[in-house]
C-alpha cells in the first residue's frame, strides 16, 4: 500500500508498506514487514504524466494554429483579389470606389497584421528581438494609444463604447522602447475593443513605489478562469468559440508577454468571469527618468 505525506523539512513524500507472513507448516510464526521510500518513482510518474500533459497541449495549440492561420491569410486575401478586382472595373461610382477602397485598405492591414505577429513570435522564440531604448514622455505614449484605440472603436462600429485615460503622467518620462511598448499597448487595447460590446475602456498609467504600470481595463466578456493559466502562451485562445466569433492566432498576448519580458518587466492578468479583464504591464520603477515641475 502506498501512502503520501510532508515531512519535517516541508517536503513531500511518498513510501510503500507491505507484511509477509513466515509460516512453519500451518502455523504463522512471524510476520515481515517493510516500508520502502518510493519517492523518486513516483515523481517520475508525475513527471512524465505532465510532459504528457504538455505535449498533447502544445499539439493542440499547433493544430489550432494551423486551421487559423489558413482562415486569417486567406480571409483578407480573398478580399484584396476581389475588391480590387472590382475597382479596376470601368464606369464605378465614386462613392462605392471609396467604400471599396476603405474594405481593400482594412483587409490588407489586417493581412499585414497577421504576418507582422507571426514574425514577432518567431523572432522572440528565437531571441532576435533588440531593444532600442529612448528617452520620452509617457504623455506621448499613452495619447497616441488613445488616438489609436477611438480609430479602432470606430473601424469596428463600437463608438458607443467609452475609452478614457486614467492616472497623471504629465512630466513622467521613461526610457525604454517607445515602439516596442506601444505595440504591447495597442495589443491590450485590440483584445480589449474585441471583447467588449458595451460599457468602457481605461488606458490607466501609475507610477508605483517600486514599479512603473500600465493597465488596460474593459468591461468585456472576461477570460476564463481555467484557461489563465495558459494566457501568455503562444497560439493560446479562450476557447473555440473565441476563435470563431473573433479570429486572431492567439499571439497577442504571448508577443506582449515576450516584449515586456525583455524589458525585464512583466504582465499580471486579473479576469472576473465574464465580468471584464485587467491587464497590468509592470516595469521597474528605475525607468522612469524625472517629473518636470
Excluded at 497541449?57 to 480573398?78: C, G, H, Q, V, Y
Aim: with cysteine; hydrophobic share 40%.
Amino acid at each position: 500500500m502506498d501512502f503520501e505525506f510532508i515531512d519535517f523539512r516541508k517536503k513531500r513524500k511518498w513510501i510503500r508498506t507491505g507484511a509477509q507472513s513466515i509460516r512453519e507448516g500451518e502455523e504463522v510464526v512471524a510476520v515481515l514487514g517493510y516500508i520502502t521510500d518510493i519517492t523518486r518513482e513516483k515523481q517520475e510518474e508525475i513527471d512524465l504524466k505532465r510532459a504528457k500533459e504538455k505535449a498533447e497541449e502544445n499539439d493542440s495549440l499547433k493544430s489550432a494554429f494551423l486551421n487559423n492561420i489558413s482562415r486569417e491569410l486567406r480571409t483578407p486575401m480573398n478580399s484584396i483579389l476581389g475588391f480590387s478586382e472590382i475597382l479596376i472595373r470601368p464606369g464605378l461610382e465614386e462613392q462605392q470606389r471609396i467604400t471599396y477602397t476603405r474594405v481593400l485598405h482594412k483587409s490588407i492591414r489586417k493581412l499585414l497584421e497577421t504576418v507582422e505577429n507571426t514574425l514577432t513570435i518567431a523572432h522572440l522564440q528565437t531571441h532576435q528581438i533588440v531593444l532600442n531604448p529612448i528617452e520620452f514622455p509617457v504623455e506621448r505614449l499613452l495619447t497616441d494609444s488613445l488616438r489609436e484605440a477611438r480609430v479602432k472603436l470606430s473601424e469596428q462600429e463600437k463608438n458607443h463604447i467609452g475609452v478614457q485615460l486614467v492616472g497623471d503622467c504629465v512630466g513622467v518620462y521613461l526610457r525604454a522602447d517607445f515602439t516596442k511598448l506601444q505595440t504591447c499597448l495597442n495589443i491590450l487595447i485590440d483584445n480589449a475593443i474585441k471583447f467588449t460590446e458595451k460599457g468602457r475602456i481605461e488606458i490607466a498609467f501609475e507610477a508605483g513605489e517600486s514599479d512603473v504600470i500600465f493597465q488596460i481595463s474593459d468591461t468585456g466578456s472576461g477570460f476564463p478562469e481555467d484557461k489563465k493559466h495558459i494566457a501568455f502562451q503562444a497560439f493560446a485562445q479562450g476557447d473555440d468559440q473565441v476563435r470563431l466569433n473573433h479570429g486572431g492566432l492567439g499571439l497577442g498576448l504571448s508577443i506582449c508577454s515576450g516584449l515586456i519580458h525583455l524589458m525585464r518587466g512583466r504582465l499580471e492578468l486579473e479576469t472576473k468571469g465574464k465580468e471584464g479583464t485587467r491587464i497590468r504591464i509592470l516595469l521597474n520603477k528605475s525607468m522612469a527618468i524625472h517629473r518636470s515641475a
